[in-house]
Structure formats: structure tokens, C-alpha cells
């Protein structure tokens, strides 16, 4: 760092993730050491909870002049950035506040912004190039998943960062002095202080290495020993690991009969490990389509209380109150109706008429309510008798006539169709419109002849915009 009386520190970070506690912290720090301090914030909205920009200056008292500070970081400017998430550190390279006089101090975990999440495919930025910008921009880089440490120090990513930008020997001040800060914030002080210890050492070079990965998990049931066992004698050894997460998806989903069904699917088959295994992947999603009956179970279930409750950091004591928001069109509900009874609904015109009205609008349910839990509950259980659902019946003649086509092509054409599964998931609109881009495409083969590029292709435009548009234009081409 270049050699100044000023010290500034940018702190970029999301709401809800104690970017103002740190602020504070290092402001106390520097008063209670002699500095005049000043901290600012400019807070964000719409952007993954909201990001901030928090500004801390920083000047020795006792100078012959009074010192003017800033309200804000200027570009080329900051002597250390401190980010709690990967794109918060590249939106400070890209902003200018990082520049080779800069310490960077950044989390390497991700939360992914909502047009990553919602993308029609894989829209998640590139956060190897955000490393290696900040490794190449920064004068020092001191990277690592800080909210991973935070969990495993049962503390918040905000004292993590505070232990590493101690431990980075930036601030000329002493590791009790940091510590101090932290005690008169006098909030949660012991785990604030193991949160401290872990960024300290890591930033050190200290801290031991993150557990390694829990060996699989045996099957536990008679039915999951004997699906392994066929996986392992009928499947290529490069499917395995799909094939295995494929088999413990879908008795998730629905039983084991239907993961034996899923593996004959995949033995018909019969062609090379690669389309064996890429088949694997996608016939999994698509047999566990979301319909109303899966995203009921989903929101019941004890384990996703557990992890909501461990995101806000509820105590034990603690009630927590959770609302969903949801909205099935009339289209869900039929085809969570048995087979001829959804169709006829479906069929009649003037029974549409009367019954759309009703599902026009979204709900808000609060599934920690016993009225909304239990009918929650009883719509999870209808699982039993999925199999004599319409959409059952849709999703399966849908299943196999694309595995037909799998079969019948040639081994770079069925890789290809095989991955158009890719545009087809979610529910509702998102489903309708996945399924819309798939089936323009697979009649344009049945019509066309077309070659596994030009598959690849049209594949690539479907999921370039949510609109068709891309599509269409590749489509007249």
C-alpha cells in the first residue's frame, strides 16, 4: 500500500449480511486507536436483497488541520476493498475502486442474481474471470468462500471479513485492537470472535483445510441396493454418477418402481457412454417434472424449515413465519385431476370459461400456518395415485416419443436431441414455453432431416431469450 496519513475502505456487500456491522467495527476500530473515522453507506435495491456501498476514511488525530473526508469512494482511490460475494468484488473492479495501490479482499462464494437464476439456460457469470481479474487488477488478492467459513465457525460472513482484513496486515493496528471492536459492538461476542479467528488464520495461511466431501451414502432399503447393483452391471462406468443421483431423485419423487423404470429407459438405450450418460442427466429431470403434487412436498418438508431457519439464524426459541407465493392456472389443477376427468374439464369450453376466473390471480399461503401445512400435506400425499394423473399420462407419451427419436438417430444427432431436454423445465409458463421452444424444434427434424449442428443450434437460440425470438430467426434461417 502506498504510504499516506488516509486510509479508505470500501466495503461492497448484500443486505442482510452484516456489511453494516463491519462498517461499523472498523470505524470504533480506528476512533479507539487514534484516527478520526467516518463511515457512509449508499444502499442498493433490486439487485440480489440489494447491494451497498459502504465508505470508511480514516485520518491520524492530532494533525494541524482538520481533516474534510468523503461520502464516497473515488475510482482509483481505495486503498483496500472488502466484497462478501464474487460479483460484488468484480462490480468494485468494474467500478474502478480497485487498482494495483488496492488490497482486495473478497469472498469467493456466490449468490446468484436473478437474471442468472431465471435465465432460460445456464446464465450464471463467469466467476473464474472475476478471480483472475482481481488477481491481475488488484495489488493482492485474498480470496476464499467466506460464507462456507462462516458456517463452519457458527458465525456471519461480516466477522470473517473483519478477521481477514486483520489478518492481511493492511491496518496498522493490533489483533486485540480488531477484537476490541468486536466486544464493544457487544452483539452475539463469542461467535463474532471464532468468525474473527477463522478470517484471521485464512488470510494468514493458517486455517486448516475445509472437511473433504462425506463419502456416498449406501443404500439403506433392499429396492436401493438392487437398483445400484443393476446400474453397476448394465451401465457404462461414466454413467454411474448420474445414473445413481437419477435412481435417488426419482424414489424421492415417486417409489422405486419408478427409478426401475427409469433405468429401463436407459438400458434401451444400448449406445455409447457418452450419450449414456448425457441421457441419464436429462431423463431424471424429465421424469421428475414439477407438478402441483412435487411442489407441495417440496414446501412441507422438515428439512426445508430446517434450512430456512438456519438462513435467518433463528434460535431455538424463535418463531418463524414463512410465506409463499404461489399461482396454479386452471391447467395445473386439471392435470393434477385423474386422467379423463382433467381432459374433459380441459375439453369444455364453457367449463374453462367458468373455472379460469377463480385461478386468474396468485396467492400468498403461509405453509407455517396449520390450515395451509396440512392441505399442503394432503396434496403431497396425492403422489400414491400420481400414475392416474393427466399430466403423468402427458409427461410419459412426451418421454418416450423423445426417446424414440433417441433411438432411431444416428449417435451425434441423438446426443444432440437428448440435450433439447435442456428447454424444458420449470412449471406453468416457464414449462409451457420450455416445451413450445422443444417441440418447434423436434418438428422441424421430423420435417427437415436436420444435421446434430443444426440441432445444436436452434438448441442454443431457444435459450438465448425467453420471447422465441432467437429461435424463430434461426428457425427462418
Excluded at 77 to 96: K, N, P, T, Y
Excluded at 192 to 210: H, M, P, W
Aim: proline share 4%; charged share 25%; net charge positive.
Amino acid at each position: 500500500m502506498r504510504r499516506r496519513e488516509r486510509i479508505t475502505i470500501a466495503v461492497l456487500g448484500l443486505g442482510g449480511q452484516g456489511g453494516g456491522v463491519l462498517a461499523d467495527w472498523i470505524v470504533q476500530l480506528g476512533m479507539k486507536n487514534g484516527y478520526v473515522a467516518q463511515g457512509t453507506s449508499v444502499p442498493g435495491v433490486a439487485q440480489r436483497t440489494g447491494a451497498t456501498v459502504y465508505y470508511i476514511e480514516m485520518f491520524p488525530a492530532g494533525s494541524a488541520a482538520q481533516p474534510v473526508l468523503a461520502l464516497m469512494p473515488v475510482p482509483g482511490d481505495v486503498d483496500i476493498v472488502v466484497a462478501s460475494e464474487l460479483m460484488e468484488a468484480g462490480r468494485a473492479i468494474l467500478r474502478g475502486f480497485v487498482s494495483q495501490d488496492t488490497l482486495l479482499i473478497g469472498s469467493t462464494h456466490r449468490v446468484y442474481a436473478i437474471d442468472e437464476k431465471s435465465a432460460m439456460g445456464d446464465g450464471r457469470a463467469s466467476g473464474e474471470r472475476i478471480i483472475a481479474a482481481a488477481h491481475e487488477r488488484a495489488r493482492r488478492f485474498i480470496g476464499f468462500d467466506m460464507d462456507d467459513a462462516a458456517d463452519r465457525a457458527g458465525s456471519v460472513i461480516s466477522s470473517i471479513m473483519f478477521g481477514a482484513l486483520a489478518g492481511s496486515g493492511a491496518l496498522p493496528f493490533s489483533r486485540a485492537a480488531f477484537e476490541d471492536a468486536i466486544r464493544a459492538g457487544g452483539k452475539a461476542i463469542d461467535a463474532n470472535l471464532r468468525g474473527f479467528s477463522a478470517g484471521f488464520d485464512t488470510a494468514q495461511g493458517k486455517a486448516e483445510a475445509a472437511p473433504a466431501s462425506p463419502p456416498p451414502v449406501a443404500p439403506t432399503t433392499e429396492a436401493g441396493r438392487a437398483l445400484l447393483a443393476r446400474i453397476e452391471a448394465k451401465l457404462p462406468p461414466e454413467a454411474h454418477e448420474f445414473s445413481v443421483e437419477g435412481v435417488k431423485r426419482l424414489m424421492d419423487y415417486q417409489d422405486a418402481a419408478y427409478a426401475g423404470l427409469y433405468l429401463d429407459r436407459l438400458e434401451s438405450l444400448d449406445r455409447d457412454p457418452e450419450l449414456v450418460t448425457e441421457a441419464a442427466r436429462h431423463l431424471a429431470l424429465w421424469m421428475s417434472y414439477e407438478d402441483t403434487i412435487r411442489v407441495a412436498g417440496l414446501k412441507v418438508r422438515a428439512s426445508r424449515f430446517a434450512r430456512v431457519r438456519g438462513e435467518v439464524k433463528a434460535k431455538d426459541d424463535q418463531i418463524v413465519q414463512l410465506t409463499e407465493y404461489m399461482h396454479p392456472r386452471l391447467e395445473e389443477i386439471c392435470e393434477t385431476m385423474p386422467a379423463a376427468l382433467g381432459r374433459r374439464i380441459l375439453a369444455s369450453r364453457s367449463l374453462s370459461r367458468r373455472l379460469k376466473p377463480l385461478f386468474t390471480k396468485g396467492r400468498h399461503v403461509e405453509t407455517t400456518s396449520l390450515r395451509w401445512f396440512l392441505m399442503l400435506s394432503l396434496l403431497a400425499g396425492w403422489r400414491r395415485w400420481r400414475r392416474g394423473t393427466l399430466r403423468y399420462r402427458l409427461e410419459q407419451a412426451r418421454i418416450e416419443d423423445w426417446l424414440a427419436l433417441v433411438r432411431a438417430a444416428d449417435p451425434a444427432t441423438a446426443l444432440e436431441l437428448v440435450k433439447c431436454q435442456r428447454l424444458i423445465k420449470g412449471y406453468g409458463d416457464t414449462f409451457e414455453r420450455g416445451l413450445g421452444n422443444y417441440a418447434r424444434i423436434v418438428d422441424r427434424y421430423r420435417t427437415g432431416s436436420l444435421a446434430a449442428a443444426d440441432i445444436a443450434r436452434l438448441r442454443d437460440a431457444a435459450l438465448a431469450d425467453e420471447d422465441g425470438k432467437a429461435l424463430a430467426l434461426a428457425l427462418a434461417s
